[in-house]
């Protein structure tokens, strides 16, 4: 079995995905089998492990389905069936990394990073939404108000007034700066953002009013979603494109919605089966019989008791649970059983309790009650 992919990071399950990625670029860079000091295999193994983790939980869609799914769902994801030393060195995010890498250790010689005004995608946002357990039977759609950041619409994302902006005369467009410095160990070249364009490579006389210059605004969108049958709490749902918007023209980022379903007063849920309970009488239990018992759906579903039963025992009503996510057969309704013992019997019920407990071969004294022995004393 694979390690917890969190825990290869030493990152929290709610981490965001910068935490992950600077997780990532920490670990990458001390176990990097081209720098690391350990052992080539040690290092081999261990820069794999971290860089299949990271493919997962760097990837929204990914992540959702291996937090939903552990391994086994994401095993499933990749092509070839199972991860291999390739796979990684086409994910986008290498280049950075390994600039990362050599960038400090040779000096910038081998500096391949993107450029700072690449288009990148905006940050996801989260939003936890409460359900009913009666909706993980029938599913329930919810709107949600997610307030997010947007292209600005008056300068369609370009900070300047009416969209008129120029190529950025610091930068020449390219975002970055490059500061050199002699230091003991020789010439070391730093690569930092444009501090005139933001890195955006663009510049602008008189900035749009609206975003001020921004290029972004801040709006509240309106989103359906629909939260499916049978939903596991702590599930993510993910809703593409409804997040922040991206950068220098790259993708929105995604929305997700974390769903955590209610305790229920009368059902607990274990998967896809429900557990209740249901009072029933001693005769009933002896004799047989049958009680009703409410369904998560409200409505009464005819419990049949077998003679003989124990108190304690449960009894199944199939297919009265929850839903299978991906659809099927439904599963079942365990019922509980119990007796209600009463406090206060008629002088007739007693009569008849005692005659079946002598008959039961008990030892109950005829005469306990005061009122007995006085009757005995009065010789009535
Ligand atoms: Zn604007
Ligand atoms: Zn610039």
């Known amino acids: 079995m694979p390690r917890d992919y969190y825990e290869v990071l030493g990152v929290a399950k709610d981490a965001t995905s910068d935490e992950i990625k600077s997780a990532y670029r920490k670990l990458a860079k001390q176990y990097h089998p081209d720098v690391s000091q350990e052992a080539k295999e040690t290092a081999e193994a261990k820069f794999k492990e971290i860089s299949e983790a990271y493919e997962v939980l760097s990837d929204s869609e990914k992540r959702s389905i291996y937090d939903q799914y552990g391994h086994a769902g994401v095993n499933q994801q990749f092509s070839n069936g199972g991860f291999s030393w390739d796979d990684f060195t086409h994910y986008n995010d290498i280049s950075d990394i390994f600039g990362d890498i050599f960038g400090s250790m040779f000096g910038g010689g081998r ?10 995608s905006g940050e996801s946002l989260r ?3 409460e359900i009913d357990l009666s909706d993980v039977l029938n599913g329930k759609s919810i709107e949600v108000s997610v307030p997010h950041t947007s292209n600005c619409p008056d300068c369609h994302g370009t900070g300047g007034k009416d969209g008129n902006v120029h190529t950025c005369r610091q930068c020449g467009g390219t975002g970055q700066v490059q500061t050199v410095r002699r230091t003991a160990f020789g010439q070391m070249v730093s690569v930092d953002m444009c501090p005139t364009c933001r890195g955006s490579g663009s ?8 975003c001020r210059g921004q290029g972004r605004v801040q709006k509240t969108t309106k989103v359906s979603v629909s939260i499916p049958k049978g939903v596991q709490d702590g599930s993510r749902l993910r809703v593409p494109g409804a997040g922040d918007a991206g950068y220098n023209g790259g993708p929105a980022g995604d929305l997700f919605v974390v769903v955590h379903v209610r305790p229920d007063s009368v059902f607990e849920r ?10 029933t009488t001693y005769p009933r239990l ?6 009703e018992v409410r369904t998560l759906e409200g409505e009464k579903a005819l419990l049949k008791i077998p003679a ?12 009265k649970g929850l839903p299978r996510p991906g659809g099927g057969i439904r599963g079942d309704l365990f019922v509980r059983v119990r007796i209600d013992v009463p406090s206060k019997v008629s002088e007739l019920e007693k009569e008849y309790l005692r005659k079946l407990d002598e008959g039961a071969g008990g030892a109950a004294p005829k005469s306990t009650g005061t009122k007995s022995r006085i009757k005995k004393k009065l010789g009535v």
Do not use: H, M
Request: a positive charge; proline letters at 4%.
């Open 203 to 210: 510049s602008f006389e008189e900035r749009c009013p609206k």
């Open 127 to 129: 939003y936890d939404a």
């Open 111 to 120: 500096r391949q990073s993107r450029s700072a005004n690449s288009p990148r």
């Open 270 to 279: 274990d998967g896809v089966n429900l557990w209740t309970g249901v009072t």
């Open 286 to 291: 002896v004799l047989g019989g049958s009680e």
């Open 308 to 319: 003989g039963t124990q108190v304690g025992s449960v009894l199944r009503i199939q297919g």
